[in-house]
């Protein structure tokens, strides 16, 4: 079975503190991905990776920034947190090219910015 | 430009219904790849299905069928004899051949009653 873990569930930070996301995955998944989830608007990916140390934006990076040392981890990091950046974070990964696989995601991490 | 729509934002049935999610996808590409996903109240989306533009077939799991049609830009999904642990929010996504990415429709809460 396919295992992505996030290190929190719940969140709360306060505005312009530095906030640190973790997920890991158990799979040897090339790609990993962070997406927000917010009512109405569904999952917008924020940024994902297809290697160590390879990155690229998604539909809605600003404020955001991640780093993958490690294959198995990715880590979503908000350098001056603000109230807009309160929601769900979802952390998935999925095989790498070849095919369009399914991605497989994590439990979340509910963030509250006050 | 990639846009997946699911119009219904919220459905309430009773225990037994049938009920239909539809989903309406946007895509310049030949192939792609469409997927629904259920968030149950846990948060963990779940993957349940991923078909290619060209196997327009329909599909039936259990309780779970989709219905794949080309003409109209759909993907939908029923359940037969819904249950209360259908409860949940669903989601469909579509991604482009070799993009990796997916492009998630904003979901539909779906509430089975007793």
């Known amino acids: 079975d396919v295992k992505v873990t996030q290190s929190s569930r719940y969140l709360v930070k306060r505005t312009g503190e530095k906030v640190f996301l973790e997920c890991v995955q158990d799979?040897?998944?090339?790609?990993m991905f962070w997406y927000r989830q917010d009512p109405g608007l569904g999952l917008r990916l924020i940024y994902f990776?297809?290697?160590?140390?390879?990155?690229e934006k998604g539909d809605i990076p600003e404020g955001y920034s991640v780093s993958r040392e490690k294959k198995e981890r990715f880590s979503l990091i908000l350098e001056s947190a603000s109230t807009n950046q309160t929601s769900m974070y979802l952390c998935?990964?999925?095989?790498?090219?070849?095919?369009?696989?399914?991605?497989?995601f994590g439990p979340g991490t509910r963030l509250t910015v006050t | 430009a990639q846009k997946v729509t699911q119009a219904q934002t919220e459905i309430s049935v009773v225990e037994k219904e049938d009920v239909t999610l539809d989903c309406v996808y946007e895509?310049?590409?030949?192939?792609?790849?469409l997927f629904w996903y259920k968030q149950p109240p846990s948060g963990e989306l779940v993957f349940l299905i991923r078909?290619?533009?060209?196997?327009?077939q329909n599909e039936i799991s259990g309780r779970y069928s989709w219905n794949f049609q080309k003409s109209t830009s759909s993907f939908n999904f029923t359940i037969t004899a819904s249950q209360v642990v259908d409860s949940a929010v669903y989601f469909c996504?579509?991604?482009?051949?070799?993009?990796?990415?997916?492009?998630f429709g904003q979901g539909t809460r779906l509430t089975i009653n007793p």
């Open positions: 996504a579509l991604s482009e051949e070799g993009a990796q990415k997916l492009v």
């Open positions: 998935a990964s999925s095989l790498r090219q070849g095919a369009t696989y399914e991605q497989y």
């Open positions: 078909r290619n533009s060209f196997d327009e």
């Open positions: 895509t310049r590409d030949t192939t792609y790849y």
């Open positions: 990776s297809y290697d160590v140390k390879m990155k």
């Open positions: 799979m040897d998944h090339e790609n």
